[in-house]
Protein backbone atom coordinates (compact mmCIF):
# COMPACT_ATOMS: atom_id res chain seq x y z
CA UNK A 1 0.00 0.00 0.00
CA UNK A 2 1.21 3.21 -0.61
CA UNK A 3 0.84 7.15 0.79
CA UNK A 4 -3.26 8.02 -0.41
CA UNK A 5 -3.31 10.70 -2.72
CA UNK A 6 -5.65 14.53 -2.34
CA UNK A 7 -7.91 13.08 -4.94
CA UNK A 8 -8.87 9.33 -2.64
CA UNK A 9 -12.64 10.07 -2.63
CA UNK A 10 -12.37 10.64 -6.42
CA UNK A 11 -13.60 7.32 -8.59
CA UNK A 12 -10.74 5.88 -9.73
CA UNK A 13 -9.65 6.17 -13.83
CA UNK A 14 -8.49 2.61 -14.01
CA UNK A 15 -8.43 -0.84 -11.87
CA UNK A 16 -6.04 -3.35 -13.09
CA UNK A 17 -6.84 -7.32 -11.99
CA UNK A 18 -4.09 -9.00 -11.64
CA UNK A 19 -0.62 -8.06 -10.86
CA UNK A 20 1.87 -9.55 -12.74
CA UNK A 21 4.01 -7.95 -14.97
CA UNK A 22 1.21 -7.02 -17.56
CA UNK A 23 -1.23 -5.24 -15.16
CA UNK A 24 1.93 -3.55 -13.55
CA UNK A 25 3.43 -2.12 -17.14
CA UNK A 26 -0.89 -1.32 -17.61
CA UNK A 27 -0.88 1.07 -14.29
CA UNK A 28 2.52 1.66 -15.11
CA UNK A 29 1.58 3.53 -18.33
CA UNK A 30 -1.74 4.95 -16.54
CA UNK A 31 0.04 6.35 -13.92
CA UNK A 32 2.92 8.30 -15.07
CA UNK A 33 0.47 9.39 -17.50
CA UNK A 34 -1.28 11.05 -14.30
CA UNK A 35 -4.35 8.88 -13.92
CA UNK A 36 -5.80 7.56 -11.10
CA UNK A 37 -4.62 3.84 -10.47
CA UNK A 38 -5.42 0.85 -8.48
CA UNK A 39 -4.12 -2.80 -8.78
CA UNK A 40 -5.62 -6.09 -7.06
CA UNK A 41 -3.71 -8.41 -6.68
CA UNK A 42 -4.66 -12.16 -5.83
CA UNK A 43 -1.75 -12.67 -4.22
CA UNK A 44 1.71 -11.41 -3.40
CA UNK A 45 3.70 -8.93 -6.14
CA UNK A 46 6.98 -10.64 -6.66
CA UNK A 47 6.04 -14.10 -5.70
CA UNK A 48 9.17 -16.18 -6.94
CA UNK A 49 6.31 -19.50 -8.03
CA UNK A 50 4.33 -16.82 -10.41
CA UNK A 51 5.01 -16.45 -14.46
CA UNK A 52 6.43 -12.64 -13.93
CA UNK A 53 9.06 -13.08 -11.10
CA UNK A 54 12.34 -15.05 -10.89
CA UNK A 55 15.73 -14.26 -12.30
CA UNK A 56 15.78 -14.01 -16.09
CA UNK A 57 13.92 -14.52 -19.01
CA UNK A 58 14.78 -14.31 -22.69
CA UNK A 59 13.45 -11.71 -25.12
CA UNK A 60 14.02 -12.38 -28.74
CA UNK A 61 12.61 -11.64 -32.50
CA UNK A 62 13.11 -14.51 -33.68
CA UNK A 63 9.61 -15.91 -34.55
CA UNK A 64 8.62 -17.35 -37.65
CA UNK A 65 5.58 -14.97 -37.55
CA UNK A 66 6.28 -11.32 -38.85
CA UNK A 67 4.15 -9.72 -36.87
CA UNK A 68 5.73 -11.38 -33.65
CA UNK A 69 8.98 -10.26 -35.14
CA UNK A 70 8.04 -6.57 -35.29
CA UNK A 71 6.34 -6.38 -31.82
CA UNK A 72 9.02 -7.71 -30.05
CA UNK A 73 11.32 -5.15 -31.74
CA UNK A 74 9.01 -2.36 -30.63
CA UNK A 75 9.15 -3.96 -27.04
CA UNK A 76 12.79 -3.96 -27.12
CA UNK A 77 12.57 0.01 -27.66
CA UNK A 78 9.68 0.49 -25.18
CA UNK A 79 12.22 -1.54 -22.91
CA UNK A 80 14.95 1.06 -23.33
CA UNK A 81 12.80 3.89 -23.09
CA UNK A 82 11.95 2.07 -19.23
CA UNK A 83 15.27 1.71 -18.59
CA UNK A 84 15.71 5.77 -19.13
CA UNK A 85 12.90 6.70 -17.31
CA UNK A 86 13.36 4.77 -14.30
CA UNK A 87 17.17 4.35 -14.64
CA UNK A 88 17.09 1.12 -13.74
CA UNK A 89 18.98 -1.65 -16.13
CA UNK A 90 16.46 -4.09 -17.29
CA UNK A 91 17.76 -5.75 -20.21
CA UNK A 92 21.00 -7.98 -19.81
CA UNK A 93 21.94 -7.37 -23.60
CA UNK A 94 23.87 -10.47 -24.23
CA UNK A 95 22.64 -11.72 -27.25
CA UNK A 96 21.05 -14.88 -28.08
CA UNK A 97 22.09 -17.47 -31.25
CA UNK A 98 19.97 -20.30 -32.26
CA UNK A 99 21.93 -23.12 -33.24
CA UNK A 100 21.52 -26.13 -35.12
CA UNK A 101 23.27 -29.24 -35.60
CA UNK A 102 23.05 -31.92 -38.75
CA UNK A 103 23.29 -35.00 -36.44
CA UNK A 104 20.34 -33.82 -33.92
CA UNK A 105 18.20 -32.20 -37.03
CA UNK A 106 19.01 -33.89 -39.99
CA UNK A 107 17.34 -31.01 -42.24
CA UNK A 108 19.52 -28.49 -40.95
CA UNK A 109 17.69 -26.23 -43.90
CA UNK A 110 14.74 -26.97 -42.05
CA UNK A 111 15.36 -25.97 -38.62
CA UNK A 112 14.37 -23.26 -36.62
CA UNK A 113 17.82 -21.47 -36.65
CA UNK A 114 17.61 -21.18 -40.26
CA UNK A 115 14.00 -20.59 -40.84
CA UNK A 116 14.07 -17.47 -38.05
CA UNK A 117 17.20 -16.00 -39.63
CA UNK A 118 15.27 -15.88 -43.23
CA UNK A 119 12.21 -14.47 -41.57
CA UNK A 120 14.20 -11.71 -39.76
CA UNK A 121 16.36 -10.91 -42.87
CA UNK A 122 12.82 -10.58 -44.60
CA UNK A 123 11.88 -8.30 -42.02
CA UNK A 124 15.18 -6.63 -41.95
CA UNK A 125 16.63 -7.02 -39.02
CA UNK A 126 20.58 -7.91 -38.80
CA UNK A 127 21.99 -11.09 -37.49
CA UNK A 128 25.39 -12.60 -37.50
CA UNK A 129 25.89 -15.76 -38.58
CA UNK A 130 28.65 -17.88 -37.45
CA UNK A 131 30.56 -20.54 -39.74
CA UNK A 132 31.03 -24.12 -37.96
CA UNK A 133 35.15 -22.83 -37.10
CA UNK A 134 33.93 -19.53 -35.66
CA UNK A 135 31.49 -21.20 -33.05
CA UNK A 136 33.97 -23.49 -31.53
CA UNK A 137 36.70 -20.34 -31.62
CA UNK A 138 34.09 -18.02 -29.93
CA UNK A 139 31.91 -20.86 -27.24
CA UNK A 140 34.55 -23.79 -27.29
CA UNK A 141 32.05 -25.77 -24.76
CA UNK A 142 29.14 -25.81 -27.72
CA UNK A 143 29.35 -28.34 -30.90
CA UNK A 144 27.12 -26.90 -33.07
CA UNK A 145 26.80 -27.11 -37.24
CA UNK A 146 25.15 -23.68 -37.27
CA UNK A 147 24.90 -20.54 -35.27
CA UNK A 148 22.65 -17.10 -35.80
CA UNK A 149 23.20 -14.86 -33.31
CA UNK A 150 20.50 -11.79 -33.00
CA UNK A 151 22.54 -9.37 -30.70
CA UNK A 152 19.74 -7.00 -29.98
CA UNK A 153 18.55 -9.35 -27.78
CA UNK A 154 19.35 -11.20 -24.16
CA UNK A 155 17.90 -11.61 -20.95
CA UNK A 156 15.22 -9.65 -19.19
CA UNK A 157 16.21 -8.79 -15.38
CA UNK A 158 13.15 -9.74 -13.82
CA UNK A 159 14.07 -8.42 -10.16
CA UNK A 160 15.17 -5.15 -11.60
CA UNK A 161 11.85 -4.77 -13.48
CA UNK A 162 9.12 -5.63 -10.24
CA UNK A 163 11.39 -3.26 -8.56
CA UNK A 164 11.19 -0.90 -10.88
CA UNK A 165 7.81 -1.02 -11.79
CA UNK A 166 6.59 -1.35 -7.80
CA UNK A 167 8.95 1.92 -7.30
CA UNK A 168 7.19 3.50 -9.98
CA UNK A 169 3.87 2.67 -8.69
CA UNK A 170 4.63 3.84 -5.27
CA UNK A 171 5.85 7.05 -6.50
CA UNK A 172 2.92 7.70 -8.85
CA UNK A 173 0.33 6.94 -5.42
CA UNK A 174 -0.67 4.33 -7.50
CA UNK A 175 -2.27 1.69 -4.41
CA UNK A 176 -1.55 -2.06 -4.99
CA UNK A 177 -3.64 -4.32 -3.11
CA UNK A 178 -2.09 -7.74 -2.40
CA UNK A 179 -3.77 -10.77 -1.16
CA UNK A 180 -7.42 -9.11 -2.69
CA UNK A 181 -9.29 -10.08 -5.77
CA UNK A 182 -12.60 -8.90 -6.75
CA UNK A 183 -15.86 -10.79 -5.70
CA UNK A 184 -18.39 -8.94 -7.42
CA UNK A 185 -18.27 -6.27 -10.18
CA UNK A 186 -21.41 -4.33 -11.31
CA UNK A 187 -22.57 -0.96 -13.31
CA UNK A 188 -23.55 1.68 -10.55
CA UNK A 189 -26.18 4.36 -11.33
CA UNK A 190 -23.88 6.51 -12.08
CA UNK A 191 -22.39 4.73 -14.90
CA UNK A 192 -19.27 3.56 -13.43
CA UNK A 193 -17.50 0.47 -12.46
CA UNK A 194 -18.11 -0.88 -8.72
CA UNK A 195 -15.61 -3.62 -8.07
CA UNK A 196 -16.23 -5.26 -4.51
CA UNK A 197 -13.32 -7.36 -3.16
CA UNK A 198 -11.53 -7.86 -0.19
CA UNK A 199 -9.90 -4.23 -0.20
CA UNK A 200 -13.62 -3.08 0.08
CA UNK A 201 -15.55 -1.33 -2.73
CA UNK A 202 -13.49 0.32 -5.61
CA UNK A 203 -15.52 2.40 -8.17
CA UNK A 204 -13.34 3.16 -11.60
CA UNK A 205 -14.15 4.43 -15.10
CA UNK A 206 -12.44 1.62 -16.50
CA UNK A 207 -11.37 -2.23 -15.47
CA UNK A 208 -8.35 -4.11 -17.22
CA UNK A 209 -8.10 -7.40 -16.58
CA UNK A 210 -4.21 -9.41 -16.60
CA UNK A 211 -4.99 -11.91 -14.15
CA UNK A 212 -3.07 -14.90 -16.27
CA UNK A 213 -4.66 -18.49 -15.31
CA UNK A 214 -7.38 -16.41 -13.10
CA UNK A 215 -8.71 -14.07 -15.95
CA UNK A 216 -11.63 -16.48 -16.78
CA UNK A 217 -12.56 -15.97 -13.12
CA UNK A 218 -12.58 -12.17 -13.12
CA UNK A 219 -14.20 -12.28 -16.48
CA UNK A 220 -17.20 -14.08 -15.29
CA UNK A 221 -18.18 -11.75 -13.08
CA UNK A 222 -18.32 -8.70 -15.52
CA UNK A 223 -22.24 -7.87 -16.15
CA UNK A 224 -23.21 -8.82 -20.18
CA UNK A 225 -19.84 -10.60 -20.54
CA UNK A 226 -19.75 -14.23 -22.64
CA UNK A 227 -15.85 -14.08 -22.86
CA UNK A 228 -14.28 -17.04 -21.68
CA UNK A 229 -10.96 -17.19 -23.20
CA UNK A 230 -9.83 -20.81 -24.13
CA UNK A 231 -6.69 -20.98 -22.37
CA UNK A 232 -4.82 -24.22 -21.47
CA UNK A 233 -1.82 -24.62 -19.11
CA UNK A 234 1.72 -26.63 -20.38
CA UNK A 235 5.16 -25.95 -18.23
CA UNK A 236 8.46 -26.76 -18.89
CA UNK A 237 9.45 -30.49 -18.98
CA UNK A 238 12.76 -29.88 -17.24
CA UNK A 239 15.27 -26.91 -15.90
CA UNK A 240 18.60 -27.44 -14.34
CA UNK A 241 21.03 -24.86 -12.98
CA UNK A 242 24.78 -26.20 -14.25
CA UNK A 243 27.82 -24.60 -12.07
CA UNK A 244 30.63 -24.76 -14.69
CA UNK A 245 34.08 -25.61 -13.05
CA UNK A 246 35.80 -22.76 -11.58
CA UNK A 247 38.40 -21.95 -14.54
CA UNK A 248 35.99 -22.21 -17.15
CA UNK A 249 33.14 -20.05 -15.34
CA UNK A 250 34.06 -16.65 -17.51
CA UNK A 251 32.93 -18.70 -20.44
CA UNK A 252 30.05 -18.92 -19.34
CA UNK A 253 29.10 -15.20 -17.74
CA UNK A 254 26.82 -12.61 -19.86
CA UNK A 255 29.52 -10.90 -21.53
CA UNK A 256 30.60 -13.56 -23.33
CA UNK A 257 28.11 -15.68 -23.55
CA UNK A 258 24.63 -15.43 -25.39
CA UNK A 259 21.12 -17.21 -24.32
CA UNK A 260 21.52 -19.91 -26.79
CA UNK A 261 18.19 -21.04 -28.38
CA UNK A 262 17.85 -24.87 -30.10
CA UNK A 263 14.14 -24.57 -30.26
CA UNK A 264 13.78 -27.96 -32.81
CA UNK A 265 14.68 -29.68 -29.91
CA UNK A 266 12.68 -27.07 -27.12
CA UNK A 267 16.35 -26.13 -25.49
CA UNK A 268 17.02 -22.71 -23.84
CA UNK A 269 20.34 -21.84 -22.29
CA UNK A 270 20.60 -18.83 -20.16
CA UNK A 271 24.14 -17.52 -19.46
CA UNK A 272 25.32 -16.38 -15.64
CA UNK A 273 24.26 -12.59 -15.15
CA UNK A 274 26.95 -11.38 -12.07
CA UNK A 275 24.47 -10.21 -9.61
CA UNK A 276 21.04 -11.48 -10.72
CA UNK A 277 21.93 -15.51 -11.53
CA UNK A 278 25.54 -17.49 -10.90
CA UNK A 279 24.56 -20.48 -12.36
CA UNK A 280 24.03 -21.60 -16.19
CA UNK A 281 20.19 -22.48 -16.52
CA UNK A 282 18.92 -24.45 -18.73
CA UNK A 283 14.78 -25.13 -20.07
CA UNK A 284 13.61 -27.62 -21.69
CA UNK A 285 9.96 -27.80 -23.26
CA UNK A 286 8.23 -29.38 -25.90
CA UNK A 287 5.41 -27.40 -27.51
CA UNK A 288 2.44 -29.59 -27.62
CA UNK A 289 2.56 -28.64 -31.30
CA UNK A 290 5.61 -30.02 -32.01
CA UNK A 291 6.31 -33.68 -32.15
CA UNK A 292 8.25 -34.93 -29.89
CA UNK A 293 10.46 -37.14 -31.94
CA UNK A 294 11.85 -34.75 -34.12
CA UNK A 295 15.17 -33.90 -33.04
CA UNK A 296 17.54 -36.30 -31.44
CA UNK A 297 17.33 -35.00 -27.85
CA UNK A 298 15.40 -36.32 -25.69
CA UNK A 299 16.03 -34.07 -22.53
CA UNK A 300 18.87 -31.34 -21.12
CA UNK A 301 21.28 -34.14 -20.53
CA UNK A 302 20.90 -35.62 -24.03
CA UNK A 303 21.71 -32.06 -25.16
CA UNK A 304 24.59 -30.87 -23.14
CA UNK A 305 26.30 -34.70 -24.41
CA UNK A 306 25.04 -33.98 -27.47
CA UNK A 307 25.24 -30.18 -28.63
CA UNK A 308 27.24 -28.35 -25.26
CA UNK A 309 29.96 -30.87 -24.09
CA UNK A 310 31.62 -27.80 -22.29
CA UNK A 311 28.97 -28.42 -19.27
CA UNK A 312 29.63 -32.01 -18.90
CA UNK A 313 31.66 -31.42 -15.97
CA UNK A 314 29.59 -29.07 -14.43
CA UNK A 315 27.49 -30.18 -11.27
CA UNK A 316 23.84 -29.70 -11.84
CA UNK A 317 20.58 -29.33 -9.71
CA UNK A 318 17.10 -29.03 -10.68
CA UNK A 319 15.88 -25.66 -10.66
CA UNK A 320 13.16 -25.00 -7.46
CA UNK A 321 13.79 -21.47 -6.15
CA UNK A 322 11.51 -20.13 -10.01
CA UNK A 323 9.34 -20.62 -12.62
CA UNK A 324 7.05 -23.01 -10.27
CA UNK A 325 3.87 -22.10 -13.08
CA UNK A 326 2.09 -23.07 -16.14
CA UNK A 327 2.44 -20.98 -19.52
CA UNK A 328 -0.76 -19.62 -20.35
CA UNK A 329 -1.45 -21.06 -24.32
CA UNK A 330 -4.32 -19.86 -26.06
CA UNK A 331 -6.58 -22.44 -28.47
CA UNK A 332 -5.31 -20.84 -31.39
CA UNK A 333 -2.09 -18.98 -30.41
CA UNK A 334 -2.55 -15.45 -30.61
CA UNK A 335 -2.38 -12.58 -28.10
CA UNK A 336 -6.10 -11.77 -26.56
CA UNK A 337 -5.95 -8.41 -26.22
CA UNK A 338 -8.33 -5.92 -26.73
CA UNK A 339 -11.65 -4.91 -25.43
CA UNK A 340 -14.06 -7.11 -23.65
CA UNK A 341 -17.22 -7.72 -26.45
CA UNK A 342 -20.38 -6.29 -25.46
CA UNK A 343 -19.33 -4.25 -21.60
CA UNK A 344 -17.95 -1.25 -22.11
CA UNK A 345 -15.22 0.40 -20.44
CA UNK A 346 -13.59 -3.59 -19.74
CA UNK A 347 -10.37 -4.36 -21.38
CA UNK A 348 -8.21 -7.85 -20.83
CA UNK A 349 -4.74 -9.05 -22.25
CA UNK A 350 -4.29 -13.10 -21.55
CA UNK A 351 -2.78 -15.77 -23.60
CA UNK A 352 0.97 -15.10 -24.12
CA UNK A 353 1.97 -18.33 -25.00
CA UNK A 354 4.20 -18.51 -22.23
CA UNK A 355 6.43 -16.24 -24.79
CA UNK A 356 4.98 -12.90 -23.08
CA UNK A 357 7.17 -11.30 -20.49
CA UNK A 358 9.52 -9.70 -23.61
CA UNK A 359 6.36 -7.71 -24.51
CA UNK A 360 5.34 -6.96 -21.61
CA UNK A 361 5.80 -2.49 -21.79
CA UNK A 362 4.28 -3.59 -25.39
CA UNK A 363 1.22 -4.99 -23.39
CA UNK A 364 0.77 -1.93 -21.01
CA UNK A 365 1.08 0.24 -23.17
CA UNK A 366 -1.69 -1.02 -25.35
CA UNK A 367 -3.81 -1.92 -22.87
CA UNK A 368 -3.31 1.80 -21.31
CA UNK A 369 -3.89 2.91 -24.84
CA UNK A 370 -7.41 1.26 -24.89
CA UNK A 371 -8.67 1.88 -21.33
CA UNK A 372 -7.59 5.51 -21.19
CA UNK A 373 -6.83 7.16 -24.85
CA UNK A 374 -10.20 5.11 -26.13
CA UNK A 375 -7.75 3.30 -28.86
CA UNK A 376 -4.35 2.52 -29.87
CA UNK A 377 -1.54 3.76 -32.22
CA UNK A 378 -1.10 -0.44 -32.95
CA UNK A 379 -3.31 -2.56 -35.25
CA UNK A 380 -4.73 -5.24 -32.48
CA UNK A 381 -7.48 -6.65 -34.61
CA UNK A 382 -5.66 -9.82 -35.11
CA UNK A 383 -5.53 -10.06 -31.29
CA UNK A 384 -9.52 -8.81 -30.56
CA UNK A 385 -10.81 -10.76 -27.91
CA UNK A 386 -14.11 -10.82 -29.70
CA UNK A 387 -12.81 -14.08 -31.97
CA UNK A 388 -13.80 -15.90 -28.72
CA UNK A 389 -17.18 -14.48 -28.22
CA UNK A 390 -20.93 -14.52 -29.90
CA UNK A 391 -21.23 -10.85 -28.53
CA UNK A 392 -19.95 -8.11 -30.75
CA UNK A 393 -16.19 -6.09 -31.03
CA UNK A 394 -16.67 -3.06 -28.83
CA UNK A 395 -17.54 -0.29 -31.62
CA UNK A 396 -16.07 2.61 -30.03
CA UNK A 397 -12.28 1.30 -29.92
CA UNK A 398 -10.52 3.12 -32.63
CA UNK A 399 -7.66 1.00 -34.33
CA UNK A 400 -5.28 2.57 -37.55
CA UNK A 401 -5.21 1.08 -40.74
CA UNK A 402 -2.05 -1.08 -40.82
CA UNK A 403 0.74 0.90 -38.46
CA UNK A 404 2.33 -1.37 -36.11
CA UNK A 405 4.93 1.57 -34.98
CA UNK A 406 4.51 3.91 -32.38
CA UNK A 407 5.30 7.65 -32.71
CA UNK A 408 8.43 8.39 -30.87
CA UNK A 409 7.65 9.22 -26.76
CA UNK A 410 9.14 11.40 -24.84
CA UNK A 411 12.13 9.55 -22.99
CA UNK A 412 12.10 12.11 -20.35
C1 LIG B 1 8.52 -21.15 -16.81
C2 LIG B 1 8.26 -19.98 -17.70
C3 LIG B 1 9.27 -19.48 -18.50
C4 LIG B 1 9.02 -18.38 -19.32
N1 LIG B 1 10.03 -17.87 -20.09
C5 LIG B 1 9.83 -16.77 -20.85
C6 LIG B 1 10.89 -16.19 -21.57
O1 LIG B 1 12.03 -16.68 -21.53
N2 LIG B 1 10.64 -15.08 -22.30
C7 LIG B 1 9.40 -14.51 -22.35
O2 LIG B 1 9.24 -13.48 -23.03
N3 LIG B 1 8.35 -15.03 -21.65
C8 LIG B 1 8.54 -16.14 -20.91
N4 LIG B 1 7.51 -16.67 -20.18
C9 LIG B 1 6.18 -16.05 -20.25
C10 LIG B 1 6.03 -14.87 -19.30
O3 LIG B 1 6.70 -15.08 -18.09
C11 LIG B 1 4.53 -14.65 -19.09
O4 LIG B 1 3.90 -14.52 -20.35
C12 LIG B 1 4.22 -13.39 -18.29
O5 LIG B 1 4.93 -13.36 -17.08
C13 LIG B 1 2.72 -13.36 -18.00
O6 LIG B 1 2.45 -12.22 -17.22
P1 LIG B 1 0.97 -11.92 -16.72
O7 LIG B 1 1.05 -10.66 -15.96
O8 LIG B 1 0.02 -12.02 -17.86
O9 LIG B 1 0.58 -13.20 -15.84
P2 LIG B 1 0.96 -13.56 -14.34
O10 LIG B 1 2.36 -13.30 -14.03
O11 LIG B 1 0.42 -14.94 -14.14
O12 LIG B 1 0.11 -12.52 -13.51
C14 LIG B 1 -1.27 -12.65 -13.32
C15 LIG B 1 -1.53 -12.24 -11.91
O13 LIG B 1 -2.95 -12.20 -11.71
C16 LIG B 1 -3.19 -12.65 -10.40
N5 LIG B 1 -4.59 -13.08 -10.32
C17 LIG B 1 -5.15 -14.20 -10.81
N6 LIG B 1 -6.45 -14.22 -10.54
C18 LIG B 1 -6.72 -13.08 -9.86
C19 LIG B 1 -7.89 -12.54 -9.29
N7 LIG B 1 -9.08 -13.18 -9.36
N8 LIG B 1 -7.83 -11.35 -8.65
C20 LIG B 1 -6.64 -10.69 -8.54
N9 LIG B 1 -5.48 -11.16 -9.06
C21 LIG B 1 -5.55 -12.35 -9.72
C22 LIG B 1 -2.21 -13.78 -10.19
O14 LIG B 1 -1.99 -14.01 -8.80
C23 LIG B 1 -0.97 -13.23 -10.90
O15 LIG B 1 -0.09 -12.54 -10.02
C24 LIG B 1 7.74 -17.78 -19.36
C25 LIG B 1 6.71 -18.29 -18.54
C26 LIG B 1 6.96 -19.37 -17.73
C27 LIG B 1 5.83 -19.90 -16.89
Sequence with gaps: MTAARDDADEPLDLLVVGGGVMGLFTAYYAAVGG?????????????????????????????????????????VTLWTRFEQRTGVRALVRCGCMNIAKASVTADLADTYAERSAEMLAAVGMPLTTLRADEITGRYPYL???????????????????????????????????????PDAVRRGDDGLLHVDSSAGELVARKLVITAGHGTNDVLALVP?????????????????????PANARAQFGSDA?????????????????????????????????????????????????????????????????????????????DFVLGAVPGVADVFVGVGWRGTGYKFAPWIGRVLHELALQNGSVYDLRRFDPARFSVLAPSPDIAHPATSFTAPEEDAS
Design 224 to 244: GADLQVPLTRDRPSEAKYFVP
Design 257 to 333: MPVIAYLDTGVYVHPIVDGVIDKVKVGYYNPPDIPRDRSGVRDIADFVAQCMPGLADATYEDVHDVDQCDYDLVADD
Design 35 to 75: ARVAVLERGEIGDPATASYGRTRSYRKDYLDPLYVRLADEA
Design 143 to 181: DADVAHLDPAAGLVDLRAVADALTGALAECKVDVYEHAE
